[in-house]
Structure formats: C-alpha cells, structure tokens
C-alpha cells in the first residue's frame, strides 16, 4: 500500500465570535414538522428550508415540548386514513394551545376530526390537479394568490364537515373544504385557546400546486414570524463556531470520498479547526480516470491536510474471479474499513496527536437521518454510519452537515468559497467502478472502462444544450457499463474485430429513488459513439441504456 502524501496545512481564516453550543438547533428560530408518515414529508421540509427558515422533521409522536425555538409546526400527511385503528394520532391539544398550526391532507383531518368534524371515505380517490375555485382572500393563508389557483389532491378520504369552531377558507369543485382555519384565541375546550390553526387538504410542498410556496411563506414567515435567517452564511458562521467549541483542542479524523458530503465537511471543519483535521482519502483502484490525483490536488488547494493511500493493489487481489455483485461490494467494504482503520490508528496512536485524536467526522446529511416510520412506529430506515472503526479507538461522532438537505450542502459549499466542479459532482457509488463492469474485475477492464467513461463525461460537460447549461449539470447522474463477458463482432478497417459493448447511462432525477433515463441530444450521443469506439482499444459497440428507475436501478449491478 503506498501513501501518495501528507500535505502541509495552510493556516486559514477563523472569522467568527463564539456562539452558545448547538445554536443552530437550540436558537436558530425553528418549524416543526411532525411525520405521519407520508412520502411528502421531506418535501415539505425543503420547502421550508427554501424559504431561509430553519426546520426539523420528527417522528409525530416525538413533539420537542421544551424546546423555545419552535415558532411554528406543520402535520404531515399520513398513507392512513384517520379512523384506521393503526393510525398515528397525538394529543394535539398542548400543541395548539401554543403555535400557529398547518395541517396537511392527513394532518388537516386530524384536526377537523379532533373537535368534532366528520372525515369520509372520498366518493372517488381525490388525485391529482384541481383548482382553487373558491377561496377567502381575506386570509393570510392566502395573501397574494390567484384566483383559481392550480392545487394537488392526493386522498382517499375527504373531510364531509367541520367543527362549528372552524371555518371554510377554501374550496375546489370536487372538495368543500379544500382549506379551513381556526382563528387565534378560538376556545377549543375549557380553558384552550387556540393559537391560529389551518388545515388543507391538498398538498402545497408538491410543484404542482402552483402557489405552494406561497402558501407556506405566508404561514411561515407571516404568520408564525419567521426571520428567515438561516441561510448557507449563517449555517457556515455558527456551525464553525460550534465546531470550534465542540472540539476544542482535539484532533478529528475525516474519511473523504472524493464526493460533495464528505468534501464539504472536511472544509468546514477545516476552518474551524484548521490543522486538528487529518483526512484519509483511501483509492481502491476503482475510481474514475485520474481522479484520485485530481481530488487530491483539489484537496491540497482547499488546504486540508490529507493522506493519499493508494490501495489498489489489495483491493484488486481480494476481487480477483469474484463476478456476484454483492460479493464484490462486500470485499470492497470490508477492505475499505481495514484500509481506513489501518491510515486512523496510526494518527490516533501518533506522537503529534499525543492522545488528543477523540474524533470520527462523517459527511452524513439529514436525508440520511430522517427517521421514516413502518406501519408499527418502528424505525425502518436507521442513522447511517461508516462501518465498524474499533472500540479501543474510542472516536466520537461529529457531523457538521447532519441538519442539511443536499441543495443546502451545495451552497454550503459554494459560501466555503469551493470550486463549482466539487459541489456539482454526480453521484458515485463506494465500490465505484466495480459495479459498471459487469463479470470480475480486472486492472485491464477497469483501464477500458476508464478510458469509456473518460470520454463520455468530459463531453457531457462540454455539451452546452441552448438553453446555456451543460449536459452534465442538467443530469443527475452518469457513467459507463462494460459488458465484459460479452463480445460482439464489429469491422475496424479491413479488420474484423470482436470486442466488447459498453452501455451509456444518464438519469434525471431528484434523490436516485426514482429515475428517468435522459433524453440526451442524437448529436451528442454520436460524436461519443464515435469518440469511444475509435479510441478505446477493447470497445467496439456503445448502446444507450433507456430503463428507467423502477423497474431498473440506476446502476447495472
Ligand atoms: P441504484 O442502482 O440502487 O442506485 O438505483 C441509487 C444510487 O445509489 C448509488 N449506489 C451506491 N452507492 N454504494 C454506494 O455508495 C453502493 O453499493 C451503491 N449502489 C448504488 C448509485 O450510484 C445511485 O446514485
């Protein structure tokens, strides 16, 4: 294994004054959404976040009753219907005694059922576009909508009345009470007022409902208050004071993927505590084409402090004649942790750390954490982790960019003054390259595949489509698959050859969930055609992979 190399950390720049511990989450004013589960909730998230306001997803049964910063809660929607047995249901009560309320499609039922309204199963399942025929202009749900106003449904059962406390604030031709609120100081039950409740039936966190984000701007910074202050400034202002605080004088270890979560940390950190950070940046051989030199050179230049390992040769000895895919992940994670583990003992037990190495920094991001709930309230997704580093290490976790969407990341990012070609990186998965060649791995394959993709990704960044943004940034994602157990027969010159395939692949997406294969310009795709079969020896056919995500993967293994 051989260390490429250990650079000399510049110093760089604090500018901040120290804040309290855990400002962001403790004084940074805030929206709670409370999850119902439904597949929307992260959406709406987003939508908060869009609109410069700080805001945490919980588990609907987990209200922070304690917590100062809460200025206002949204109920989610939920996948049941609100008589189910299995039903999530919360006192709502203390809930709204004390914040301005906005429940959504379950949420909104929730509450209208709560005192006293009746919800029905919907004659016909209420999906999709509808508009806002009739709605209250006086409300401040609905300051500076249009009239007829395009909205989303997406519901089984319908509210069929509401509480007489309640009033109708909104209506579409299939939905009387498209929108309803409760006014501020309404006695609910004996000695409960309520502080300001609407409900809607239709989904606004969705993009077609056109005045969605209207609708939450006008509940969250009308009419719960916020000052929308949380922006990529100020996260980078307060989480570096946090850091600073959090770790002192003690040393952190950071795995670093080449990826924008992990590279985004490690410059983050990197400016709170400069060179307390050590980061391992570990090449299992699989990587794209020079990458691992042109990330560390981007590393270098960032000024962090980073150990190149160069591991390839163990990870391709360990592969050798391993064709099942989920083998070969399982090599590669295992080799990785070792490797890893290996690069962070020797700096745990160094001379300069001196006992003061205390750290493990991950790139992990809030989608990663948000807990999402199965039929029973049972935890189904679980925090994410990088896999076992020994006990005797004794590392805490630290992760900066745990509250953040990846949108949110990109522009932390780009206040960290970063280069754009970091933070607008596709995607690329851990075992890299060894999940695009279909059949063992090779050093040899992995070269033609290298030299395919190579290829095909500088031209998708040099494509510029009319509308001025290049092919690379309107995709979400791209690469190159070798069908390396299959050869066909092409005609090279006079020469006959019988090589193998390779298959394009580019998606539009918005979270790798779901994908479409993108619709990539003829002339685009030609000239690589061309540019891959002329100049890749071991390549003489190139096809375009049109699956989309389900019933495919975006990747081929
Ligand atoms: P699929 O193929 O499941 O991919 O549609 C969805 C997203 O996940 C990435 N991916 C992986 N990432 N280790 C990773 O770190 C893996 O084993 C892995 N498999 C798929 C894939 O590139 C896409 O972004």
């Given at each position: 294994?051989?260390?490429?190399?250990?650079?000399?950390?510049?110093?760089?720049?604090?500018?901040?004054?120290?804040?309290?511990?855990?400002?962001?989450?403790?004084?940074?004013?805030?929206?709670?959404?409370?999850?119902?589960?439904?597949?929307?909730?992260?959406?709406?998230?987003?939508?908060?976040?869009?609109?410069?306001?700080?805001?945490?997803?919980?588990?609907?049964?987990?209200?922070?009753?304690?917590?100062?910063?809460?200025?206002?809660?949204?109920?989610?929607?939920?996948?049941?219907?609100?008589?189910?047995?299995?039903?999530?249901?919360?006192?709502?009560?203390?809930?709204?005694?004390?914040?301005?309320?906005?429940?959504?499609?379950?949420?909104?039922?929730?509450?209208?059922?709560?005192?006293?309204?009746?919800?029905?199963?919907?004659?016909?399942?209420?999906?999709?576009?509808?508009?806002?025929?009739?709605?209250?202009?006086?409300?401040?749900?609905?300051?500076?909508?249009?009239?007829?106003?395009?909205?989303?449904?997406?519901?089984?059962?319908?509210?069929?009345?509401?509480?007489?406390?309640?009033?109708?604030?909104?209506?579409?031709?299939?939905?009387?009470?498209?929108?309803?609120?409760?006014?501020?100081?309404?006695?609910?039950?004996?000695?409960?007022?309520?502080?300001?409740?609407?409900?809607?039936?239709?989904?606004?966190?969705?993009?077609?409902?056109?005045?969605?984000?209207?609708?939450?701007?006008?509940?969250?910074?009308?009419?719960?208050?916020?000052?929308?202050?949380?922006?990529?400034?100020?996260?980078?202002?307060?989480?570096?004071?946090?850091?600073?605080?959090?770790?002192?004088?003690?040393?952190?270890?950071?795995?670093?993927?080449?990826?924008?979560?992990?590279?985004?940390?490690?410059?983050?950190?990197?400016?709170?505590?400069?060179?307390?950070?050590?980061?391992?940046?570990?090449?299992?051989?699989?990587?794209?084409?020079?990458?691992?030199?042109?990330?560390?050179?981007?590393?270098?230049?960032?000024?962090?402090?980073?150990?190149?390992?160069?591991?390839?040769?163990?990870?391709?000895?360990?592969?050798?004649?391993?064709?099942?895919?989920?083998?070969?992940?399982?090599?590669?994670?295992?080799?990785?942790?070792?490797?890893?583990?290996?690069?962070?003992?020797?700096?745990?037990?160094?001379?300069?750390?001196?006992?003061?190495?205390?750290?493990?920094?991950?790139?992990?991001?809030?989608?990663?954490?948000?807990?999402?709930?199965?039929?029973?309230g049972k935890v189904i997704k679980s925090h994410h982790n990088v896999g076992g580093l020994p006990k005797e290490m004794n590392l805490q976790l630290c992760e900066p960019l745990k509250?953040?969407?990846?949108?949110?990341?990109?522009?932390?990012?780009?206040?960290?003054?970063?280069?754009?070609?970091?933070?607008?990186?596709?995607?690329?998965?851990?075992?890299?390259?060894?999940?695009?060649?279909?059949?063992?791995?090779?050093?040899?394959?992995?070269?033609?595949?290298?030299?395919?993709?190579?290829?095909?990704?500088?031209?998708?960044?040099?494509?510029?489509?009319?509308?001025?943004?290049?092919?690379?940034?309107?995709?979400?994602?791209?690469?190159?698959?070798?069908?390396?157990?299959?050869?066909?027969?092409?005609?090279?010159?006079?020469?006959?050859?019988?090589?193998?395939?390779?298959?394009?692949?580019?998606?539009?997406?918005?979270?790798?969930?779901?994908?479409?294969?993108?619709?990539?310009?003829?002339?685009?795709?030609?000239?690589?055609?061309?540019?891959?079969?002329?100049?890749?020896?071991?390549?003489?056919?190139?096809?375009?992979?049109?699956?989309?995500?389900?019933?495919?993967?975006?990747?081929?293994?």
């Amino acid at each position: 294994m051989k260390k490429i190399r250990r650079s000399i950390l510049r110093e760089t720049k604090c500018f901040v004054t120290l804040h309290s511990n855990s400002f962001i989450r403790k004084k940074m004013q805030k929206i709670i959404i409370l999850d119902f589960g439904s597949q929307t909730t992260q959406l709406i998230g987003r939508r908060v976040r869009e609109l410069d306001t700080f805001c945490e997803i919980l588990p609907y049964n987990k209200f922070p009753y304690d917590d100062p910063s809460v200025i206002g809660v949204i109920l989610s929607g939920s996948p049941f219907s609100v008589y189910d047995e299995k039903a999530f249901k919360l006192d709502l009560m203390p809930i709204l005694s004390r914040y301005p309320v906005l429940g959504i499609c379950y949420g909104a039922q929730l509450m209208a059922q709560t005192f006293g309204g009746n919800v029905e199963p919907a004659g016909s399942r209420e999906y999709g576009r509808a508009n806002l025929q009739w709605f209250d202009h006086t409300n401040p749900l609905f300051k500076h909508f249009e009239e007829n106003s395009q909205v989303w449904m997406s519901h089984g059962d319908t509210i069929v009345n509401i509480p007489s406390e309640f009033k109708v604030i909104g209506s579409t031709e299939d939905v009387q009470y498209a929108a309803y609120w409760c006014p501020p100081n309404t006695k609910l039950s004996e000695g409960v007022l309520s502080n300001g409740l609407w409900g809607v039936q239709f989904h606004p966190e969705v993009f077609h409902s056109l005045q969605g984000t209207q609708l939450l701007r006008n509940f969250v910074v009308d009419i719960c208050g916020s000052k929308q202050n949380w922006s990529s400034a100020s996260f980078v202002e307060t989480a570096v004071a946090e850091l600073k605080q959090q770790i002192g004088s003690d040393r952190v270890i950071l795995g670093l993927s080449g990826g924008v979560d992990s590279s985004v940390a490690a410059v983050l950190l990197n400016r709170a505590i400069g060179n307390q950070l050590t980061c391992i940046f570990v090449d299992h051989g699989m990587l794209r084409k020079n990458e691992f030199r042109d990330v560390l050179r981007d590393y270098e230049c960032l000024g962090l402090n980073v150990i190149g390992v160069d591991a390839s040769q163990k990870f391709f000895a360990d592969l050798a004649g391993v064709s099942d895919p989920e083998q070969k992940r399982k090599i590669i994670g295992r080799d990785f942790v070792e490797v890893f583990n290996e690069q962070a003992k020797q700096i745990v037990n160094s001379k300069s750390s001196n006992g003061k190495c205390r750290w493990l920094a991950q790139g992990t991001i809030y989608p990663d954490r948000i807990e999402s709930l199965n039929i029973t309230g049972k935890v189904i997704k679980s925090h994410h982790n990088v896999g076992g580093l020994p006990k005797e290490m004794n590392l805490q976790l630290c992760e900066p960019l745990k509250w953040l969407f990846k949108d949110e990341v990109r522009r932390v990012g780009r206040s960290l003054g970063m280069p754009e070609h970091l933070i607008t990186r596709h995607p690329f998965p851990g075992p890299g390259l060894a999940v695009r060649i279909l059949g063992d791995i090779t050093p040899e394959k992995v070269r033609i595949l290298q030299e395919a993709d190579d290829i095909y990704i500088r031209g998708l960044r040099e494509y510029v489509d009319p509308d001025g943004e290049t092919l690379y940034n309107k995709v979400w994602q791209a690469g190159v698959v070798l069908l390396s157990d299959v050869c066909s027969v092409g005609v090279m010159g006079d020469e006959r050859t019988y090589e193998h395939p390779v298959a394009l692949r580019a998606v539009t997406s918005t979270d790798a969930m779901t994908a479409d294969w993108a619709k990539l310009p003829y002339d685009f795709m030609a000239r690589v055609s061309n540019d891959i079969i002329n100049k890749v020896k071991g390549v003489n056919r190139v096809c375009y992979d049109i699956s989309s995500k389900p019933p495919a993967t975006i990747e081929w293994e």
